[in-house]
Each structure stands twice: as structure tokens, then as C-alpha cells.
């Protein structure tokens, strides 16, 4: 069983930067397709990118799309998600999440087995 952490959050101005890393241990990562979900206080979480066992294929919210970027580097079990152009109404706590049907890239909580404790991003105005 896989176990996911997060980390590379914080607080950051409006516009800023931010890359946050998934570090994956207890399995291999290329096993599993992956996922960046985000639930802001009081809202129910949200998909934010995804990503194939490969890193062939990608797929975003639009909310996002030409800002972030999702990879993956299987070598080093570790999935990244660079943000930038970062907006306010980017703020939430941000997870990973791993599927183990390794080519689907789906928006769906529900399809991900596995998820990690998440990471706290702001963005100040």
C-alpha cells in the first residue's frame, strides 16, 4: 500500500510561485496514475490536475490550465505540481492522490485509492 506526503506549501504574494512535491513510499509510483485535488474551507474538494503512469498524458481544471503543471519523475517516486501566476482564490489545502488504474485520468475523488495528509497553500492578495 501506497503512502503519500506532500509538502512545498506556505504563503506566497499574488503572482508568486509555488511547486509542491508528492513523495511517495511502500510502492512504486509508476504503478499508478496521479492526481492534485485542492479543498478550500468550508467547500468540497476539487480536481486540479492529473497525470499517467508515464507522464504522457495530462489533463487540468480550467481553473488552472496554462498555469500549473503537473509531472512526475518515477525514479524518485515523487509527482510535482509547479503553480504559477498564483491567484487569492487559489488558497486551499492542496492533495495527492494515486489510482492504481495507471492510464485513467479522471476528475473523480471517488476513483483514487490512496491520498496523502495534504499541504496548506495561501495566496495573499
Known amino acids: 500500500q501506497v503512502q503519500l506526503v506532500e509538502s512545498g506549501g506556505g504563503l506566497v504574494q499574488a503572482g508568486g510561485s509555488l511547486r509542491l512535491s508528492c513523495a511517495a513510499s511502500?510502492?512504486?509510483?509508476?504503478?499508478?496514475?496521479m492526481a492534485w485535488f485542492r479543498q478550500a474551507p468550508g467547500k468540497e474538494r476539487k480536481f486540479v490536475a492529473a497525470?499517467?503512469?508515464?507522464?504522457?498524458?495530462?489533463y487540468y481544471a480550467d481553473s488552472v490550465k496554462g498555469r500549473f503543471i503537473i509531472s512526475r519523475d518515477n525514479a524518485k517516486n515523487t509527482v510535482y505540481l509547479q503553480m504559477n501566476s498564483l491567484k487569492p482564490e487559489d488558497t486551499a489545502v492542496y492533495y495527492c492522490?494515486?489510482?492504481?488504474?495507471?492510464?485513467?485520468?479522471?476528475?473523480?475523488?471517488?476513483?483514487?485509492?490512496?491520498w496523502g495528509q495534504g499541504t496548506q497553500v495561501t495566496v495573499s492578495s
Open positions: 511502500g510502492g512504486t509510483l509508476s504503478s499508478y496514475a
Open positions: 492522490a494515486a489510482t492504481t488504474f495507471s492510464m485513467l485520468l479522471t476528475t473523480s475523488p471517488t476513483r483514487y485509492q490512496y
Open positions: 497525470i499517467v503512469w508515464s507522464g504522457s498524458s495530462t
